[in-house]
């Protein structure tokens, strides 16, 4: 399931850009962390592995999964003082080496040296910047002077706020250099400023600061990165280009589809001074799928490009985010061509890349977030793979309740609510809600495994795991065809329907609004739907093909980009009870029977007459998930 699923913390863009004039690299003269060998960043993105991309993970990865491992109450050496006499506070080092570690992990993405230390030397600087903001409860790089404020105290927050990267709301530091990285709020999508301080190839240290801020309402977190640090040579770093996502292989879990793209050009190579020409086109391989960004797509919340040249980082970027881009899947990969640039020699140029996305860590494979489990239940969840296959992380936040193992089976242990998830380490939504209880109620012995298999998959939800040989309703039915259909998406399909829009006067439903707007269901009038009356099996049957089609639909549009056609066997047996079905249901019934979407009943009967049951609906979801999927 995609990715960066972050509440939307507050962030504000450096104001104060450094001249480009004053981003000199350091000279001999001028301290710095001296590389072993020079690192060419284009050769870096091109050579490594999956594999390497894991090594580098398991080196960097977060302290702990999840983001409330930092705390107000475990990550000072010394607490902060909000109030006459303030005190900035000490963090203890293992959460700013966090930082530095989710610092290196995106730069090694980018193909930049990896080898950030912190600065202790800032320290104090740091967390005093995160305190005077936190005390006006207000991100500002050029912050009021809090009442009763020593002078010297706030002259050195303020050298602070005004260096730094700043950020409110995020609760690790893991948490903000990822929200920097994406940096694509209409506010900051214009100059991916954060971002380029963040990659920039001379820094060699920085440091963080983190202060709570003890507002009445929302006891929010202050931070600052330090982000001006140009200590590293010249000479250190090779590249035409450093890209966000990067050449070659790269995670998804870190760049979401509303991310902007951003390609920051080697001044020293390219002419920043000759960008009216620039163009990008941007090529989707599995559907051939292209989008041309000119100087005309400025949608700030859309379709977007910029070149943008002031001193952020690499004073050259080329800034562009796809419209309609949907899910990105494991392995889809991506074509980038920027033309009209040129070298500083006066030749015009292009740059060309590939893109492949990947899965670092394995996640839940399923769109339910909701389920409910009997003691002693066990379920073996579907997960999408990652690249990274051991040393994943699976927890429960409460084992008395659910357990999970590394094989992904999670079983009820005892009555209550909680949480499981999958390596959470990078706000991807691989966290399900288990609801344990002792219903009385049991699924019929024949339907147990495709029950079982069913509830893994993400077919049954909470709310409809129940009544299971009671005949279900159209609304429940509905609801489960929509909720298999976005286990194949990947994501929901109805998210986007307003209710205003429904047909009918008798239901309230975005599961049935969306089927009945793409053909699946009909009301039984032309303003009524009939939500709680009974289907029957014929009428099952023939819904049960539309469902199918559009799942083929949904599919061909996630692996080959077009719908395709299969033909349907038709059961060559007749049932004993055929005089009964319906002439307008027997071709979708012998059709349905023929896919093994649908079973007879017994005793060669179809029973087209009869209800079908929860039970029975549970399965044939299973057998048209199944037969789509492999």
């Given amino acids: 399931m995609n990715k960066r699923s972050l509440l939307a913390p507050w962030k504000l863009l450096l104001s104060l850009a450094l001249l480009a004039t004053s981003l000199t690299w350091a000279t001999a003269s001028t301290p710095y962390a001296q590389a072993a060998t020079t690192i060419d960043v284009q050769q870096a993105t091109a050579n490594r592995t999956k594999q390497d991309i894991v090594d580098r993970w398991m080196q960097y990865r977060p302290l702990e999964p999840g983001t409330s491992y930092m705390s107000e109450d475990q990550i000072y050496e010394v607490a902060p003082s909000l109030k006459p006499p303030y005190a900035a506070g000490t963090l203890k080092s293992k959460y700013i080496e966090d930082g530095i570690n989710a610092a290196n992990f995106v730069r090694y993405l980018a193909g930049l040296p990896d080898d950030l230390t912190p600065d202790w030397s800032l320290q104090q600087q740091q967390q005093t910047a995160a305190l005077v903001n936190a005390i006006n409860n207000q991100l500002s790089h ?8 020593e002078q010297s105290m706030f002259e050195l927050g303020s050298e602070g706020t005004s260096s730094s990267n700043l950020y409110m709301g995020s609760p690790t530091f893991y948490d903000n250099v990822l929200g920097y990285m994406s940096d694509s709020d209409s506010s900051n999508i214009e100059r991916v400023g954060h971002r380029r301080w ?26 600052s990165m330090y982000a001006f640090n140009m200590d590293r040579s010249e000479s250190d770093v090779s590249y035409d280009y450093v890209a966000w996502p990067s050449a070659g292989y790269f995670p998804s879990e870190v760049f979401a589809p509303y991310d902007a793209w951003s390609v920051s050009l080697n001044p020293k190579r390219f002419d920043n001074e000759r960008t009216s020409e620039i163009q990008v086109q941007l090529t989707r391989a599995r559907d051939g799928k292209q989008w041309t960004f000119t100087s005309a797509d400025r949608d700030k919340s859309g379709r977007f490009f910029n070149v943008e040249t002031s001193g952020r980082g690499i004073p050259f970027a080329v800034i562009f985010r796809p419209d309609n881009l949907g899910t990105i899947l494991p392995e889809d990969t991506f074509n980038v061509t920027i033309s009209g640039i040129y070298r500083t020699s006066g030749q015009a140029d292009t740059v060309s890349f590939q893109t492949n996305f990947f899965n670092l860590l394995p996640d839940l494979a399923t769109a339910q977030n909701a389920i409910h489990l009997n ?19 699976f927890v429960s936040s409460d084992p008395s309740v659910v357990t999970i193992d590394s094989q992904g089976r999670v079983t009820g242990v005892g009555e209550g609510e909680a949480y499981i998830s999958i390596d959470d380490y990078l706000g991807n939504q691989s966290e399900l809600y288990v609801a344990v209880g002792k219903s009385t109620e049991r699924v019929s012995s024949w339907a147990l495994d495709g029950y079982t298999k069913a509830k893994g998959n993400g077919l049954i939800g909470l709310y409809n795991d129940h009544s299971y040989q009671q005949p279900i309703t159209r609304s429940s039915f509905t609801d489960l ?113 023929g896919l093994k979407l ?19 609906t549970f399965l044939i979801m299973e057998n048209v998930f199944e037969l789509v999927m492999g």
Avoid: C
Avoid at 385 to 392: D, L, M, P, V, W
Avoid at 483 to 505: C, H, K, R, W, Y
């Fill in 142 to 149: 050029y912050p009021t002077q809090p009442a009763n404020m």
């Fill in 198 to 223: 963040v990659l920039n190839p001379s820094m060699t240290k920085t440091m963080f600061g983190m202060v709570f801020s003890h507002d009445a309402n929302w006891n929010a977190p202050y931070a």
């Fill in 375 to 393: 003691k002693g239940e066990t379920v073996k969840l579907r997960m999408n793979e990652g690249a990274q296959t051991s040393g994943n992380v």
């Fill in 481 to 593: 065809a929509v909720q298999m259909l976005e286990n194949i998406q990947g994501s929901s399909l109805a998210n986007n329907v307003n209710l205003d829009d429904s047909p009918f006067t008798d239901v309230y439903n975005y599961s049935v609004i969306w089927a009945a707007q793409n053909g699946i269901i009909q009301g039984t009038s032309s303003t009524t739907f009939s939500p709680n009356a009974p289907i029957t099996r014929e009428q099952a049957a023939t819904l049960l093909l539309k469902v199918y089609d559009k799942a083929l639909e949904i599919k061909a549009a996630l692996t080959a980009g077009s719908s395709v056609s299969q033909s349907i066997p038709t059961s060559s047996a007749v049932f004993a009870d055929d005089s009964r079905i319906a002439s307008w249901a027997r071709s979708s019934v012998y059709q349905a029977v």
């Fill in 598 to 616: 649908m079973n007879g009943t017994g005793s060669n009967q179809f029973t087209p007459k009869g209800n079908l049951t929860y039970e029975q």
